[in-house]
C-alpha cells in the first residue's frame, strides 16, 4: 500500500504562485513515478504532470512553461511549482503515483486525496 499525502494549496491572486508537496509512504515500487492531476470545477480530470525517479518528465502541454514538477528521492516528496496562476488554474490538485511513467500520467496506482487550489481574478 502507498499513502499520499499532499499539502500546499490556498488561495492565490492571478499572476500568483503556489508550490504543492506530496509526500509518498509505503512499498517503494509502487511510487518510482509520481505524479499531479486536477479537476477543476465542472471539468474532467487532466495529468498535469509526472517525473520518475531519474528525473524524466511529462507534462500537460497546456501547462509547460508556467508549471514545473520536481522531485526530492530523499525525502519521498514531489513537488508542484505553479507560476502565473490563472483564474482557470482552480481546482483539485491531485498526487499520484505508479511503477512507470507512462502509467502514471494515464492510469495511476495510486491518489492522494487532493488540496484545492483557488485562484481569484
Known amino acids: 500500500q502507498v499513502q499520499l ?6 488561495l492565490v491572486q492571478a499572476g500568483g ?10 512499498s517503494r515500487f ?10 477543476g470545477p465542472g471539468k474532467q480530470r487532466e495529468l498535469v504532470a509526472g517525473i520518475t525517479r531519474g528525473g524524466s518528465t511529462n507534462y500537460a502541454d497546456s501547462l509547460k512553461g508556467r508549471f514545473a514538477i520536481s522531485r526530492d528521492n530523499a ?5 508542484l511549482q505553479m507560476n502565473s496562476l490563472k483564474p ?17 500520467t494515464t492510469s ?7 488540496t484545492q487550489v483557488t485562484v481569484s481574478s
Open 75 to 79: 525525502k519521498n516528496t514531489v513537488y
Open 88 to 104: 482557470e488554474d482552480t481546482a483539485v490538485y491531485y498526487c499520484v503515483s505508479g511503477v512507470t511513467l507512462q502509467r502514471t
Open 108 to 114: 495511476p496506482d495510486y491518489w492522494g486525496q487532493g
Open 30 to 39: 509502487s511510487f518510482t513515478a509520481m505524479g499531479w492531476y486536477r479537476q
Open 5 to 10: 499525502v499532499e499539502s500546499g494549496g490556498g
Open 17 to 26: 504562485s503556489l508550490r504543492l508537496s506530496c509526500t509518498a509512504s509505503g
